[in-house]
């Protein structure tokens, strides 16, 4: 992992799926609810390409740097799929939105709350800047910050890697770039981000080879002991 002095940083801003949880572990949990939702109710099959199709048409919005993205995520895969946007909402607000809900504390990945404390005993400030909604998530996980922001809020109107979430939550937090550091698990999408917004940044995946990679939050606990 690349060496980051943690301190020289204010505020530090996390992505959510993937970063503070095991996107893997909430993925078989759901294939498996899902799976026996569809045996037995086998009328709801569809669904799964609901969900296919709106996956694929937030990561082309993502791509194109598209605006309008709380209208554009339902109405693109609706009309791929020949049905009402509010029929793609639904099924969205149900399974990627609120069922997995049940599942996240279980899946945090682990020493995040220990990091969260050191942060903040050490009076930096976190955010947290997701593509999906944020504040259900974060009570679910059981995680305190004290910025949140989500792509399709008015105010950004962009997903990762335009950088508007991550400017508006150092506007709000009262940083400069260089006070500022993200945490994420895309290098193409959160990596780029922070680079477009000037901000360094920290990758959490499975090999540490790479620069601005790590492997898990207790690395990045020994790597800031004594940090004040």
Known sequence: MEWIDGSGFRLVVFDLDGTLYDQSCIRRRMLWELGLHCLRHPGDLGELKVIAEYRQARERLADEGAQNIGRLQFERPAASLGIEPGEVA???SNWIEKRPLKHLRRCRFAAV???FDRLHSTGRQIGVLSD????????????????IAAAA???????????AGLEHLMSRAGVTAAQCLMIGDREDRDGACARNAGVR????????????????YQELLRAWVGVK
Do not use: C, M, W
């Open 153 to 163: 809020d008015p105010d950004i109107d962009r997903l990762k890697p335009d950088p």
């Open 90 to 92: 639904e099924v969205v």
């Open 113 to 115: 709350e220990e990091l």
């Open 201 to 216: 940044y920290l990758i959490k995946a499975r090999s540490s080879e790479a620069p601005h990679h790590f492997r898990s």
């Open 132 to 147: 999906y909604p944020v504040r259900e998530k974060l009570q679910a996980l059981n995680l305190t910050v004290d910025f």
